[in-house]
């Protein structure tokens, strides 16, 4: 009922900018926040960035300065502006949104399906 879906994935050479895209649809009473994790091959998921529902930010070190997370509150969209793109960001891109279906529901996490963010020249 509650589904994620990704865009913007791609193939770009270091130093270019891609821009992922990610809507929540379905029953949704609210989003708490939302958020970008990537797993490369043969590693653990990590967190990108992700961003609250009052829009505070948060971002891993490596990705600071170069990635900006924006949401649309009212499509229920989260974006990530990626530039000076590296090969070392090369990996499968995951959207989360921590969201309720009612308001009694305990928030809980959706995901997308990923997308691929591949930075090679």
């Known amino acids: 009922q509650v589904q994620l879906v990704e865009s913007g994935g791609g193939l770009v050479q270091p130093g270019g900018s891609l821009r992922l895209s990610c809507a929540a649809s379905?029953?949704?009473?609210?989003?708490?926040?939302m958020g970008w994790y990537r797993q490369a091959p043969g590693k653990q998921r990590e967190l990108v960035a992700d961003i609250t529902s009052g829009g505070s930010t948060n971002y891993r070190d490596s990705v600071k300065g170069r990635f900006t997370i924006s949401r649309d509150y009212a499509k229920n969209t989260v974006y990530l502006h990626m530039n000076s793109l590296k090969p070392e960001d090369t990996a499968a891109y995951y959207c989360?949104?921590?969201?309720?279906?009612?308001?009694?529901?305990?928030?809980?996490?959706?995901w997308g399906r990923g997308t691929q963010v591949t930075v090679s020249s």
């Open positions: 379905g029953s949704i009473f609210s989003i708490d926040s």
């Open positions: 989360m949104a921590e969201l309720r279906l009612t308001i009694w529901d305990t928030p809980s996490d959706y």
